[in-house]
């Protein structure tokens, strides 16, 4: 009767995980941590900034032209927020093999070329967009100082026009972490290109 059980368990928290695995993170939901190595050769995780107040997480890569016309809106983020207490981290999702221009070495080139102010990070082995329930580029998951979801989405309401946002998401969902008080809109729906995944065999 023992071993039943055990093996009830042990299914049940397999069709558990991969249920966490398709759907992503919630707002509300507690994210995991990672250790992801950086365009400097460095490996970084949430766990070495000790003193942040919060964590913007985005999801992003060299080629989509919807990241690409962010670039230089996540970089100002990047800036303005650390003074605040909130660490940016940039994670690129992509498998090189299905997109080439999404290489390791092409991340350093335009990390350097557009001098980001912040972490840009390889997700080698695709483990964490799924576990985030990344789908597109740029995504945007902002966390609490104890790693609790707070948001997700959206940048902003305009993807072309820089000049021409209306709401900032990320920006007001911030705010209102400062406040003390929860973000509202807490989800919206995330913009860009498909993540590109390795092909199953």
């Known amino acids: 009767m023992k071993v039943l059980s055990l093996l009830v368990l042990f299914f049940s928290s397999l069709f558990l995980g991969e249920t966490v695995v398709n759907n992503g993170y919630q707002p509300g939901d507690k994210a995991a941590d990672f250790k992801l190595k950086s365009v400097d050769g460095k490996m970084y995780s949430m766990a070495d900034y000790k003193d942040a107040k919060g964590f913007i997480v985005v999801f ?26 909130y660490v940016l981290l940039a994670i690129n999702p992509n498998d090189p093999a299905v997109q080439p221009a999404d290489t390791y070495e092409l991340m350093q080139e335009k990390a350097k070329d557009k001098k980001f102010a912040f972490p840009y990070l390889v997700d080698e082995g695709q483990q964490v967009y799924p576990q985030y329930g990344a789908t597109k580029t740029p995504h945007v998951f902002l966390l609490d100082k104890n790693l609790v979801v707070k948001y997700i989405g959206a940048i902003d309401d305009n ?35 498909s993540i590109k995944a390795k092909k199953k065999v």
């Open 60 to 85: 992003t890569c060299n080629t989509c032209p919807f990241a690409v016309k962010y670039e230089d809106r996540i970089n100002d983020l990047a800036k303005k927020y650390k003074k605040q207490g």
């Open 159 to 193: 993807s072309d026009d820089a000049s021409a946002v209306k709401e900032k998401y990320l920006e007001n969902a911030i705010a209102a972490l400062e406040k003390g008080s929860e973000p509202s809109p807490s989800l919206t729906k995330a913009i860009g290109c």
